[in-house]
């Protein structure tokens, strides 16, 4: 009798053990990354310029882009401060949306020329600005 209750108690015990095994074995931990918020992504598919110069009377302004400096004609939005980094297409010219990274904004601006050497770039900045 006692040999068939230590079987018991063994068989019960292992059994025990298996169902914890199992248990704690499926438990696993994941860690879940978020991916890029859309300031981000925009960073990263973008041009960067650094604003050169700015007309703080019209809102006009400056970029020096890896390519050369582009005039960005600012249509009344948020003017920017000069070292802001900016992203968007800025050797496409036309209308274009622009992300202001120190400011955290997007805004809507017309690049006017680009690929362009600073006194070009400082001319034209004059012309558009009258």
Known sequence: MRTKLSHMKNTSTLALL???VFLFASCSKQDYYAGPTEEEQWMRTHEKGTVAAIDYRTG???VETYQG??????????APRVYDNEFAWFSNPGM???YNYEGNYFTRARVVESWLSWPDALSIL????R
Not at 70 to 77: F, K, L, T
């Open 126 to 129: 004059d012309q558009i600005s």
């Open 69 to 78: 400096y582009a005039v960005i004609d600012s249509w009344g939005s948020i």
């Open 96 to 98: 274009q949306t622009i």
């Open 18 to 20: 298996t169902g914890f």
């Open 60 to 62: 006009n302004y400056i």
